[in-house]
Every structure is written in C-alpha cells, then in structure tokens.
C-alpha cells in the first residue's frame, strides 16, 4: 500500500502519538508501505505562488528522510486537483510520479479500456508519470461488499498479467464518514477485503508505485487538460448552473448514457471557488500578497527570511477552508480562523524586520484598491470600492475579528426540505441528504453583498430589525457599490462619493484614524438634492468570534457585566453607548464607542451548508448596526463620530469547559 499523511497531521502526531509514527517505520522498513510525499500542509498546488509549490514539497521530501530515512519518488496531488504546469515544480522537487483521477485522462480523449500502469506527461522540458485512479473502485471501497471490489479487478485480468488499477483515495472513507466506522471496523470490511486479496493471490498480486514505476514503461505521453475529480467540478459552478449539470448527469445516467457522455461532460475549475467566494479569494490573495513580501525581503536583505515565517505562510496555505462542497470547508469558521491566524503572525514577525504602516494595493485584484494600515494593536483593511473594512486584525491575538461569511445560495439547498435526521446507514458520501437539525429551512436566508464592515444604509423610519436579520431590509442608497475618491491624512484615510438615497443626490464622507487602543471614524452625509431627505442611517459591522453560543464569548453592553449575552442572540436596543463583543478564550474585547446614545440592532448570521454528517447550521457572525435618525434639507449635513476600541488582557472567568472560576 501507499500512505501519504499531511504535514498537519504528521505535527499532531509528533506532539501527541508518536507510536503511531513509530509503527509507520516499522511497516516501511519492513517493504509493506510507500511513503507519498505532497506539499507539506496539504495545500493545492495550483492556488500558490511556484516559490511556494517547491518549498512545500522539498519540506515534506526533507521530513520523510529525516524521520523515516525514506526517498520519497511520488506525490499525492492534493484534492487531485492538476493544471498541466504542475509538472515543472513537481519534477523540479525530485518527485518522478503522482496519481490522478481517471476523469483526467478520459478528458484528455483516452478510453477506459486503455486506462493502466501509468502515462508520461511533460512541460517545459520537465517529465512526469501520472496513475489514473479508477472511478468504479473508488466508489465500491468500503461502500460495497469486498467481494464487488475483487470483480472488478477479475474483469480486468489478462492473461499476461500486465493490467495494473489503482484505487487511491481520503483515508476518512475507511473509518471516519458516516456510517464507515461500523461498514470498515465492526463488520471488518477491511479484514475481510485483505483476505480476500491473500485467497486472490495466484492471479491478483499487489504492488506499490514506486515498485511498478521502476519496472515499467509508461504506455505513451499524455497531456491532461486542467480538471479535478469530475464532483469537485460541478461543486465549483454558479449555484443553478450546479444544480443544472446534477440534473443533466441523472438524466444520462436514466438513458444508460452516463459512460459514453463522461469524456465530455465538464464543469469549472478548482480556481471558479475564488470567483464564487469572494471571502475565499481574499484569502487566497492575502497569503499570496506575504508570499510576494517574503520574496522581495530575500531579495533586498542578506539570507533568507526565517524558516518560521515561511512556516507560518505555508501553514496558511492548507488548502480546506478555501473551498466547498459536501464537506464543511469554507463554511467552517475555525478553519478560517487557522488561515488567518497563521498569515497574521507571518505578517508581524515582517513587520519587526521592514515596518509598513500604510500599505496601497490591489489585493483581491478586482480592479480596486485596498489600504492597509497598522499599528501595535490593530490592523485595518479598507476598500475604496464601498469604503468599507475588508479585515480588522487584533493582532495581540492573532484574530481577525471579521472572519465572516455570507449566506450564499448553495445548488444542494433545493434539497434541504428533503433531508432527514435519520442515522446514516451506508452509501457513499455524495449520495447522503441528513440533516443534524430539524427545521433547518426556517433559517435559510440568503445575503445580496459580502458581510465585511462600516457598511453604509440607509434605510425609511419604518424598517424593522427582524428584516435586517433576514437581510430583507430595503437599502435606499447605492454607496455599496460606489467607488470612492481616497485622500491620505494623519494617521489614516479620507473616503469620499457622490451618491443617492432613494434616487436623490448625496455627498457621503467617511475618515478612519488608527488610535492608540483602535480606530476613529468621522462620518459625514451632506443633502446636495433639492428636496429634504429623512429617515434611518445605519452603520453595519459583523464580527466573527468563532462562538455564537459560547460562555466565554458574548455582547455586554454600556459596560454592564450584567447584560451580558450570546453572539447568537439578537434584538432592537435603545439608548446604547457601548457595544462590546468580547472573547475571554482569545483574551481580547472590540467595543463601538458613541458619544451619544444611539438606537442598536444586532443579528446572528448563520450559513446553512452540508458536510459529512449533513446540513448543519454555523455560526458565522455577529452583525452590529447602530442606528442614527436623520432629516436632512437641502445643503445640511449630519456630522458623526464614534470609535473602535480593542481591549485586552480580559479576567477569563470560565475554564474550558466553560465552567465559572
């Protein structure tokens, strides 16, 4: 067999079960397993710099030898997921072959019959063998009965032997998705799967790649075009264009046309997941922007830049929270959190070597800029397109406190009514529709605009806070799509639009200066219409502090300990000064400041997606929008100011269980 475990999991188990390890030398010493290497913190390849791609997989190359004195030779391609440039950095860190879905090369116009041993492919000069792994056992494994597995591989015997399949897959399929733990263990699935290989053996032999690599030639040069495995490419569509491949694909499959169609039914690339989420690109752009930090360092400092700052940026690449589809990735708030907390402490320990304060770029690369400012409590990123915060950083802590999501509308949504709280028997997990709640449609609302903060509405006096939290409250101006004139002051910046409330002319102003202990806004909105203008202007921040039940994260208001609630709770308030959402475990508070009283609604958002056990609803953030009246003649303006605090350290008055001390 082959193994290949991601650097992750490989730190867990050298701080927490070595044995493990120690027994994983002894099987490879003993010939049973080859050792797959892969970028050392399971990242996609095709999603970071090339710097990056060797100085993943020399890593992992370095780890295998140095623990196990083992030469690794080929590599598992995270989530399968090629782009026909991945030869180059693959062969340039050594590595002489990697195993991909058959889907790959059926795209490339091969048959299925045709489909053993292995294929050369080559770029720029650079050559590699790429396995295709077959679809039929990937499915059958551990879902059917051992005995469908050793059919399939019976059908394709020889007489010459010389036929070689592979099945390579997650190792969760064998013990941690539904059901499998009782398919695989209980029922010994596995037990039984390897006897039967050994009752097989006068005509099924096993071997590794490595093995068969060194004894074999490839049967031809291929040139696979840029796919993943064939679900991922549906899951990267627009939301009905999924839904249209899913009916297209049950309609062949009823016509017996499934096997015919496959080589030319396609849907996006992994990279469509940055276009479809706007929060996954701004991540995915965030660690490349440290990336290109860390290279110009090198170039202009003398030696390199310190291992643990490039550690930190390739822990920020672990691939799992930058995409999504049966399983919770994205949507998966900690997993985000992981990412940013990484590149954060990547982006102060450069900040100690080149200090930046204010920074003016496109990061995200949709045509409009984004400044950065810092100092040593906080760091800020604001969009001239909106002028909006993209991220605030606490940075004591290592938290961005704005790690949000909004409620996208998901392609398996049309099947939530449908889903059951049932436990889930066996079967494989594409075909699972549970739920780990009942009800869950009630909470399925769905957001026009990314969830970012200092987010301008306007909205009429007769809005209402359950709309807001329904993200059904009618918004009369346009400013969230307007782009801004950017000025540079002291200590900050000045954001300036013309624009309309309710079809009539606006000039909206908007200053944030870094503080001491956090930032100061300045708002001002001047009627430049002829008529008088009225009604309710609100300023949205969302935060996200991982914990929307959490005893140790909660509201407290006008520095009342008394009043102190969930994140996941919401309401209409009066006369509030001070807003405070607070995280003892992350020992940090961010507190809005008015100077005077002001009308606050506040609301949980919550996404409702899939993963392994089912839809399931999460906790992204919590929205904060105070609320001030207006009624404007023409030419006045209505002037406000109030402030962002970050508090720390905080008494943590709960233990991990969330115990009182």
């Known amino acids: 067999m082959a193994f290949h475990f991601s650097g992750s999991l490989i730190e867990w188990l050298e701080m927490n079960r070595p044995e493990i390890l120690e027994l994983l030398d002894t099987l490879v010493k003993r010939g049973n397993i080859e050792l797959l290497s892969a970028g050392f913190y399971e990242p996609i390849l095709t999603m970071i710099p090339n710097r990056d791609k060797l100085g993943q997989l020399r890593k992992m190359n370095r780890y295998l030898k140095k623990r196990f004195n083992y030469d690794a030779k080929g590599s598992w391609l995270t989530e399968r997921v090629w782009e026909p440039h991945l030869v180059s950095p693959l062969s340039q860190a050594g590595l002489e072959y990697i195993v991909v879905d058959d889907y790959h090369f059926l795209s490339a116009g091969l048959r299925p019959e045709e489909l053993s041993g292995y294929f050369n492919t080559e770029d720029e000069g650079c050559t590699i063998g790429v396995f295709p792994i077959s679809q039929k056992l990937r499915y059958a494994m551990p879902f059917d009965d051992p005995q469908k597995t050793i059919d399939i591989l019976r059908e394709s015997a020889t007489e010459d032997g010389q036929q070689l399949l592979v099945m390579a897959d997650d190792g969760e399929k064998f013990g941690i998705w539904p059901g499998t733990h009782h398919t695989v263990y209980e029922q010994k699935w596995l037990e039984r799967f390897f006897t039967l290989l050994t009752e097989n053996q006068d005509w099924l032999h096993t071997t590794t790649f490595k093995a068969y690599h060194g004894t074999h030639r490839p049967q031809s040069l291929v040139y696979l075009p840029t796919a993943s495995y064939f679900e991922m490419s549906q899951w990267t569509l627009p939301t009905q264009m ?43 752009k965030r660690l490349v922007d440290v990336s290109d930090r860390i290279a110009r360092m090198e170039d202009s400092l003398v030696g390199p830049v310190p291992v643990e700052i490039k550690d930190d940026l390739y822990r920020a690449e672990c691939n799992c929270a930058f995409w999504h589809g049966v399983f919770g990735g994205l949507y998966l708030p900690h997993l985000r959190h992981a990412i940013y907390e990484h590149l954060l402490k990547a982006e102060t320990a450069l900040d100690k070597i080149v200090h930046e304060p204010l920074r003016v770029m496109d990061i995200d690369k949709d045509g409009y800029q984004e400044y950065q400012l810092r100092n040593d409590v906080l760091q800020v990123f604001v969009r001239e397109n909106g002028a909006t915060i993209q991220e605030l950083d606490v940075l004591a802590s290592n938290f961005n406190a704005t790690n949000t999501l909004r409620r996208y509308s998901e392609s398996y949504h049309e099947k939530l009514p449908y889903a059951t709280t049932a436990a889930a028997g066996n079967g494989s997990i594409h075909d699972l529709v549970l739920a780990k709640e009942e009800n869950l449609q009630n909470y399925l609302f769905l957001d026009q605009n990314p969830r970012v903060s200092w987010i301008d509405h306007f909205y009429g006096a007769d809005e209402t806070q359950d709309n807001f939290y329904r993200s059904q409250a009618k918004d009369g101006s346009n400013f969230i799509n307007t782009r801004f004139h950017v000025d540079r002051i002291k200590e900050g910046i000045k ?13 909206l102003t908007k200053e944030l200066t870094l503080t001491s202990g956090g930032l100061h806004f300045k708002i001002n909105i001047k009627n430049t219409a002829d008529h ?16 929307g039940n959490s005893p140790d994260r909660y509201y407290e208001l006008n520095g009342d300990a008394s009043t102190r609630c969930a994140l996941i709770t919401q309401s209409d308030e009066s006369n509030v000064s001070q807003i405070t959402v607070a995280s003892e475990w992350e020992n940090f508070g961010v507190s809005l400041n008015f100077k005077s009283p002001v009308r606050l609604w506040r609301a949980p958002v919550e996404t409702i997606s899939m993963s392994e056990a089912g839809f399931e609803r999460v906790y992204q953030a919590s929205a904060v929008l105070p609320l001030w009246s207006f009624d404007l003649k023409p030419g006045k303006s209505l002037e406000l100011m109030f402030d962002l605090e970050v508090t720390a350290p905080l008494m943590q008055t709960r233990d991990e269980n969330g115990e009182e001390l």
């Open 242 to 284: 999924g839904r249209d491949l899913d009916q297209f694909v049950h309609a062949l499959q009823n016509r017996g046309e499934e096997t015919l169609a496959r080589p030319f039914v396609k849907g996006g690339i992994w990279r469509n997941f940055l276009s479809k989420y706007s929060e996954s690109n701004w991540m995915q």
């Open 495 to 507: 954001l300036t639009a013309s624009g309309r409330i309710w079809n009539l002319p606006v000039m």
């Open 532 to 547: 008088a203008i009225h009604g309710l202007y609100g300023n949205e921040f969302n935060f996200g502090l991982l914990g």
